[in-house]
């Protein structure tokens, strides 16, 4: 059984922002088929824009609001929403608010995600 807290598990902090504690996956357990990533995106912050060439991804909203950008559509999400990102799509999420909330997300890929299969465009 795998069994993992987001505050067990050590934190990637990337330079532009976001915090990421992978749950499930090549990392975590050595599973392939998917993975779960925790993601906090501070305000003010944003993911690099970039796509997977493999996987397909799906974020959940757990809390605070952002803005996403799936190819050439941008919506703006709150807790609770949910964004299916197909392989290949071009995208970035980002916390646009000049509050003090995070923006906090639940990322699944399928396959699980692997740091080769993300193509950056900035």
Same mark, same amino acid.
Do not use: A, D, N
């Given at each position: 059984m795998h069994i993992q807290r987001s505050d067990s598990v050590p934190a990637f902090a990337s330079p532009h922002g976001e915090v990421v504690y992978e749950l499930v996956g090549n990392k975590a357990g050595s599973i392939d088929g998917h993975s779960l990533a925790q993601i906090v995106l501070p305000p003010g912050k944003a993911s690099r824009k970039h796509y997977h060439p493999v996987a397909e991804e799906?974020?959940?909203?757990?809390?605070? +609001?952002? +803005?996403i950008t799936v190819g050439e559509e941008t919506r703006d999400i709150v807790a609770g929403d949910t964004v299916f990102i197909p392989a290949e799509a071009v995208h970035q999420v980002q916390n646009h608010t000049n509050g003090q909330a995070n923006l906090v997300f639940l990322a699944v890929c399928v396959p699980a995600w692997t740091p080769d299969n993300s193509v950056y465009l900035d």
């Open positions: 799906t974020f959940y909203v757990l809390s605070g +609001r952002g +803005r």
